[in-house]
């Protein structure tokens, strides 16, 4: 158990490459054994705002957007968000993908 005051992690932020804006409201799950041994539930995200448990899957982030939507209809996804830009060159009909953040 934590000793004298000492307050365990509850969430591991989630890595950068992920561009969906929920993670900003997310991180991971922390989980300690008997040992006091720390590991990361990739299984499990954490709202840093209630500290309520919601499960992921497979890069699937629909329950985490459900739960702030329920239970923080104060908080805007709309700002922030990425969105993936293709655009067709007419020069020489090659793809260009890119992210625009609106």
Do not use: D
Not at 5 to 17: H, I, K, N, T
Not at 90 to 102: R, T, W
Request: positive net charge; contains cysteine; proline residues 2%.
């Amino acid at each position: 158990m934590a000793s004298g005051g000492e307050l365990r992690q509850q969430y591991e932020e989630a890595p950068g490459s992920f561009k969906s804006v929920v993670w900003g409201h997310f991180g991971f799950a922390v989980e300690y054994n008997a040992e006091e041994k720390k590991t990361v539930n990739k299984k499990m995200t954490v709202c840093k705002h209630c500290f309520t448990r919601i499960a992921y899957s497979n890069g699937n982030t629909s329950n985490m957007t459900a739960h702030l939507w329920r239970h923080h209809p104060a908080i805007s996804l709309s700002e922030g968000r990425i969105t993936e830009k293709v655009i067709k060159s007419s020069k020489n009909n090659s793809l260009y993908l890119g992210y625009q953040q609106l």
